[in-house]
Nanobody
Framework: VQLQASGGGLVQAGGSLRLSCARS?????????MAWYRQAPGKQRQLVAH???????NYADSVKGRFTISRDNANNTMYLQMNSLKPEDTAVYYC????WGRGIEYWGQGTLVTVSS
């Protein structure tokens, strides 16, 4: 299983970006949930948004109302629509997929988002 994240880049504050995470390969146990994390320089990786296979979502307080996570199960792709971006959103964004069963977890390589003030 491989996860390919894309869509990062440089954007001015107030702008928007859409991240994508394409999964290749099958997870034998099935997909339980997917998520986006981010890691800013010198900081720990933090959860940004999470979505279950059933479509339930939750978000970090810092992105609520600005970011939207979605998935296209048919195409094994997950998205993160990011609006009203702020300089503090600058980070490397990672996609994550969890399968059913203990320890079944995969990470993408990360895509850099830089928001200028």
């Amino acid at each position: 299983v491989q996860l390919q994240a894309s869509g990062g880049g440089l954007v001015q504050a107030g702008g928007s970006l859409r991240l994508s995470c394409a999964r290749s390969g099958s997870i034998f146990s099935g997909v339980k949930s997917m998520a986006w994390y981010r890691q800013a320089p010198g900081k720990q990786r933090q959860l940004v948004a999470h979505i279950t296979i059933g479509g339930s979502t939750n978000y970090a307080d810092s992105v609520k109302g600005r970011f939207t996570i979605s998935r296209d199960n048919a195409n094994n792709t997950m998205y993160l629509q990011m609006n009203s971006l702020k300089p503090e959103d600058t980070a490397v964004y990672y996609c994550n997929v969890n399968g059913w069963g203990r320890g079944i977890e995969y990470w993408g390589q990360g895509t850099l988002v830089t928001v200028s003030s």
